[in-house]
């Protein structure tokens, strides 16, 4: 199939469409509204649903209602329509929903701005709304790779019965690269038979809710969740390496700044300087054995983000002061340049490599001297 | 023995399932409950139906009616159903919200899927308060009204004005039927039944939007008897909530009138 040149947010619409998207609901936001405007034009030619909603409130709530007849569903937001949308989340979760949502990460917080980040990696990864729960949270560093993702969304969603969160920023949403869409895919023509709607054995009913008012039975089913989260840690970890055969210093970056990560490796690799690229696709699940394995002999650790650190906490916990970390994130909607990362390179490799540096506090006084405190 | 033969005049409706209510004495959702279940039982709609219950009081209600349910978040039962309609256009799908699900916590939600003119179907319980949680001020709590969140009387130089729901939604050129009922007595939950039938075939001829708001009793948090409660829905609650019709498209008039 010939490549078509598209906009992120256009060619996971579009992708998702050719997966068999029965509906989808969604507010207004930037970095994301191509999405929804595409799916405006394309659902109801197709015969599909489409509503905007009143709110993100709306469009959440309407996509568990969706979820419930066990057709395909899915919506878009950006971060602060992403934090309306938690309830709704806790929910879907606490349902056991398939639904997909896709998060264009733009920088906070509170209305922030417009620009690219990482800022809802805490949010999305380690839960935003209440209860205990988890995404699936795949994280695309290409247009070509969120195209693949959002057909994968679908089917961990339906596999598990659980929300899949597609994980972008504000560049991959904008960004137009060259990329092969999916074939069209049939729509499922029958609903499983756990949904509302469906055709049930005789007799029987089917109520979808997520009230567990006796504490004993909310447990048991929170540990089934928890076991289900297991075999998902166990079968869906997804990343991908570069040049860590014979590295001795990785790079640990995911999305775009995995990305950009990735041209500051090759620069080094061309300077003679032996390191590697670890780029987790799974950010939740997260490739905690690839990591694992990758501690033994080696000299440093680079962590890359567009955010505080957030994956630094989970990075951190997994190395455990067996090998000094660093790191270097923007913020707030700043995206860093290849050259920045080629200077973090150089100071893991000429460091006194001590285990216990405080890899973010050494991080945050430079960015005090870069672009000051505002005070 | 009786020399008659024995003959069936009064039974559980069939889209009722065999359980005992956790509604207290004399509260009316039981009586909106088997309405409901009626009509949709007489339409032959129990198996096509998918009914969308709310939280509060009848957070439950999917205990009683014995067809398929989903269970919302607090106040966003309509666009749940939104969701689930826009799905499965052909199936029946109604809310039941009380006053503070809907009046209150899902004012938006309700408004926005009444815009839209969703073909669905919407029960409003106005019963002046919080029930489940004990009996707090609603958004249709009375002025003057003591609740335990207004235990000196609702003051509206503070606490401001109860909503007339039913007139705020017959606003919205969305919605089609927009009607309110009451509970109180024999005559009005017969004519609360009529426009339930009225308003879940406004929906299956795909005429838009209905929304049936049924002023209700809640003996246990006003502090009364059954029989003294629905005394005082009649004294206090209609002249504040007229029962009448406030919106009815010409397209239901001729409905109506076509039988």
Partial sequence: MALELIKGNVAVAETA??????????????????????????????????????????????????????????????????????????????????????????????????????????????????????????????????????????????????????????????????????????????????????????????????????????????????????????????????????????????????????????????????????????????????????????????????????????????????????????????????????????????????????????????????????? | MLDTEVKLIYERPHGFTDVTTHYCPGCTHGVAHRLIAEVLEEMGELDNTIGVAPVGCSVFAYNYFDFDFVEAAHGRAPAMATGIKRTLPNKTVFTYQGDGDLASMGMGEIVAAAARGEQITVFFINNTNYGMTGGQMAPTTLPGQKTSSSPLGRDVETQGYPIRTAELISSLDGASYVVRRSLHDARNIRNAKKAIRTAFEVQKRGLGFSFIELLSTCPTNWGLTPVKAREWLKEYMIPQYPIADFKVSSAIEEMVKGG
Avoid at chain 1, 252 to 263: D, E, K, P, Q
């Fill in chain 1, 17 to 375: 469409l050719r997966v068999g998207l029965v509906s989808y609901f969604g507010y207004p936001i930037t970095p994301q509204t191509e999405l929804l405007e595409h799916l405006s034009a394309r659902m109801p030619e197709l015969g599909r649903a489409f509503v905007q909603a009143e709110s993100e409130l709306g469009a959440i709530n309407m996509v568990y209602g969706a979820a419930c007849t066990g057709f395909r569903t899915m919506t878009s937001s950006s971060s602060p329509g992403v934090s309306l949308m938690q309830e709704g989340l806790s929910y879907i979760s606490g349902t056991e929903l398939p639904a997909v949502i896709v998060n264009v990460v733009r920088g906070g917080p509170g209305l922030g701005n417009i620009a690219p980040s990482q800022a809802d990696y805490t949010q999305m990864v380690h839960g935003g709304g209440h209860g205990e729960y988890h995404l699936i949270v795949l994280a695309p560093s290409s247009v070509q790779e969120a195209v693949d993702l959002t057909a994968l969304a679908f089917d961990l969603a339906e596999k598990y019965r659980m929300v899949v969160c597609i994980l972008m920023d504000g560049y991959l949403g904008q960004m137009m690269e060259p990329v092969e869409l999916p074939p069209f895919a049939p729509l499922r023509s029958e609903a499983p038979d756990w949904a509302v709607g469906a055709k049930h054995p005789e007799g029987e009913r089917v109520v979808l809710t997520s009230i567990n008012i006796n504490p004993p039975m909310q447990e048991i089913f929170n540990v089934k969740m928890m076991s289900r989260w297991q075999q998902i840690e166990k079968d869906e970890v997804r990343y991908k390496g570069y040049y860590l055969d014979d590295a001795e210093y990785v790079v640990v970056g995911f999305g775009t700044a995995g990305r950009i990560a990735l041209s500051s490796v090759r620069a080094a690799r061309a300077k003679g300087i032996k390191v590697g690229l670890l780029r987790p696709i799974t950010v939740s699940p997260f490739p905690v054995e690839a990591l694992d394995n990758l501690v033994s002999g080696k000299k440093g650790f680079l962590v890359v983000e567009m955010n505080n650190g957030q994956m630094l906490d989970d990075v951190s916990a997994i190395v455990a002061k067996r090998v000094p970390i660093h790191f270097y994130g923007r913020m707030g909607g700043m995206v860093p340049y290849p050259d920045e990362i080629d200077a973090a390179i150089d100071e893991m490799i000429h460091s006194d490599h001590d285990v216990n540096r405080d890899a973010r506090g050494v991080w945050l006084a430079k960015m005090r001297e870069l672009v000051g405190t505002g005070a």
